[in-house]
């Protein structure tokens, strides 16, 4: 670690400009001595889109080239924005209203649009060829929404108003498997891998916890506090507890890496207040304000 003797005249330079701060490792032969962290402050800024119209797009997913996808909901149009700030968009094969809900980065490189009420999946590759594929299930009212990656490959497509579950294989093989609980609308909203490689869906509707085992062995379990819109989205706690994101709800819930489903008290709640949630680098999780006035984290 750098250590320097400096004036503070300098010190001060340093704290207006915010670019780096000296702590103080203490007073030594009468000089005082520091070394420097960043101090970094967020710049929020805009950019121009090169296509826009009222619902576009619904989740975006990072490629490993550092470009990021906008998933198209009622856009014709793919979009993206490189890593360095180039925003560009590309043909789509298959087009339509509510067409995809969420992504999903694949084990080879292929970013997976979840179909929500399209009736073909769709994909691009790294090199950006867009292409589609059969389904084997299909609901124009809204089949699934958002995606998980196992850890053998697998993609699966989290059971919205499906009455099915859905996958496709690192081959490309689509198939579908019964689910235990199924039926009620908007019931699940989202999806997260467990520590043991479970995949567990987030109810949003349902009244059951539902998820899949990486042998393909679909369970329920019970939930401490349900209703309906309770949650929209999930995030794994470095703990590997699985916190749901409050959308509706007046409670928090989790689920521990044991199976122990807990709630706990939230600060602000209102209707449709939160859909998707962030991990921040510290441990913290953020829950992203849709409806809410409030931002709300849990350390």
């Not at 701060?21 to 967020?42: A, H, I, K, Q, T």
């Not at 619904?58 to 009622?74: E, K, R, S, T």
């Not at 349900?226 to 819930?253: K, M």
Request: charged share 10%; hydrophobic share 35%.
């Amino acid at each position: 670690m750098p250590m320097i003797n400096v004036a503070s005249s300098y010190i001060d330079r340093c704290r207006d400009r915010r670019t780096l701060v000296p702590v103080s490792l203490g007073l030594f032969r009468n000089s005082m001595y520091y070394y420097y962290e960043p101090n970094y402050v967020p710049v929020i800024s805009t950019y121009s889109l090169v296509y826009t119209r009222a619902n576009a797009y619904m989740g975006g997913v990072l490629a490993p080239n550092g470009d990021i996808h906008f998933v198209p909901y009622y856009a014709n149009r793919g979009q993206k924005i490189s890593s360095e700030g180039t925003v560009s968009t590309y043909s789509l094969v298959y087009t339509t209203a509510d067409a995809y809900m969420g992504g999903v980065l694949a084990s080879n490189g292929d970013i997976h649009f979840v179909p929500y009420s399209a009736n073909r999946g769709q994909k691009i590759s790294s090199e950006g060829t867009v292409s589609t594929y059969s389904l084997v299930y299909t609901n124009a009212g809204g089949a699934y929404s958002g995606g998980v990656l196992a850890p053998n490959g697998d993609i699966h497509f989290m059971p919205c108003n499906a009455v099915m579950g859905q996958k496709i294989s690192p081959e490309g093989v689509v198939s579908t498997y019964s689910l235990v609980y199924a039926g009620d609308s908007n019931a699940y909203s989202g999806g997260v891998l467990a520590p043991n490689g479970d995949i567990h869906f987030m109810p949003r509707n349902a009244n059951r916890g539902q998820k899949i085992s990486p042998e393909g062995v679909v369970s329920t379990y019970s939930l401490v506090y349900t209703a309906n819109g309770a949650y929209n989205g999930g995030v794994l706690a470095p703990n590997g507890d699985i916190h749901f994101v409050p959308y509706s709800a007046n409670r928090g819930q989790k689920i521990s890496p044991e199976g122990v489903v807990s709630t706990y008290s939230l600060v602000y709640t209102a209707g449709t207040a939160y859909a998707g949630g962030v991990l921040a680098p510290n441990g913290d999780i953020h829950f992203v304000p849709y409806s809410a006035n409030r931002g709300q984290k849990i350390s």
